[in-house]
């Protein structure tokens, strides 16, 4: 029981048991019910408030029924003195009533308003929130401009590149540790080396495309168009070399077998582009990428193998040693040369791994020289 008014009742009185309140007969009908004498009418007369305090002598209520049928309750008007209303008192209540009835419901819908609005709040977070997930792996497993043009157009154009420089790096005689080391610890291993190659590769401005078991590729000047490519990939090359000397001494040193990879490099034209629809695929296709891979079948452990291609665009910025050429069963004869360092008046450290400013100036220079030509 909701007291409006409490006019000439107890302080103290705010709810009343069902079984003995007026309401009762009301909200079980459907029509007004006015009682003008509550003493005489046999609905009322033995209740207590009618035969005790406050002695009500006088009700009018009308049920409060939505139009789905459900009666929400009454509203009801009583006194202590006997009552006989007019018609126009009567209508009174009855449009009284329709506007409780009208402010409920009010009120309950715009609970449900409040509600619906919320869980499209919470609907549309969550939306943001699994967009940005789904960002995040697709700037994961697809290069940024890539992903940018598939969320854009729902697909990717293939792209040929007149210039691009492969490296492939594989692992000597991986089978036969796979052979000896547990599932776990065999995968715990490539993870570690292949995790420090993917910083490499991303500190020097590369795109890595895929590992195919132990085999590692990436690209330089793919998809992003860069003339200082064939520089970039040797110094990720080298790079690569000096963390698997580092690696591969703190696994001796805890008497874990350490690995000793192959690394080739080739430049040429590429094509790439993105392949599957379930599994998004960033790849590049061409013979460049075959003659990578010979490169890498053709060289030593511990050694970085560069074709001639890459070595006539290098070959003043680092040290190369000549190589027997190899023949292809196309019958092409392939110059090799081992990329051992950078030169010293070019580099800031002992190893030869690190380019210093006269690096970058003799860059430029030749980029200028590549363009002029």
Known sequence: M??????????????????????????????????????????????????????????CGMPLINDEGYALGTL????FEPHKLAFEQIEAVRRLSHQVLTQLELRRKLIEFDTAVREL???RTEVVAEKRRTDELLANILPAA????????????????????????????????AERVEPAALVGTLDQYFTAFDEIIARHGLEKIKTIGDAYMAVAGVPATSRHHPFDACLAALDIEATMARIGAQ???????????????????????????????FDIWGDAVNTAALMEENGAPGRINASETVASYVRTLFELEPRDAIRTKHGRQLEMFFLNRIRPELSRDAEGRLPNEKFATECARLLTGFSAA
């Open 121 to 123: 709040d919470e609907a």
């Open 251 to 281: 696994r001796q040193k805890l008497h874990l077998p350490s690995l000793e990879l192959r690394i080739g490099l080739h430049t040429g034209p590429v094509i790439s582009g993105v392949v599957g629809r379930r599994r998004f695929t």
């Open 76 to 79: 009801c008007v009583m006194d």
């Open 2 to 59: 909701w007291l409006k008014s409490k006019y000439g009742l107890p302080p103290d009185f705010n709810s009343c048991p069902r079984e003995i309140a007026f309401c009762t007969t009301t909200v079980c009908g459907t029509e007004l019910v006015v009682s003008p004498d509550l003493r005489e009418d046999q609905r009322f007369n033995q209740l207590p408030f009618v035969t005790g305090e406050p002695y009500l002598k006088f009700y």
């Open 146 to 177: 890539i992903a940018d043009e598939l969320k854009r157009s729902g697909k990717v154009q293939p792209k040929y590149a007149s210039s691009a420089t492969i490296l492939f790096a594989d692992f000597k005689n991986f089978s036969l540790l």
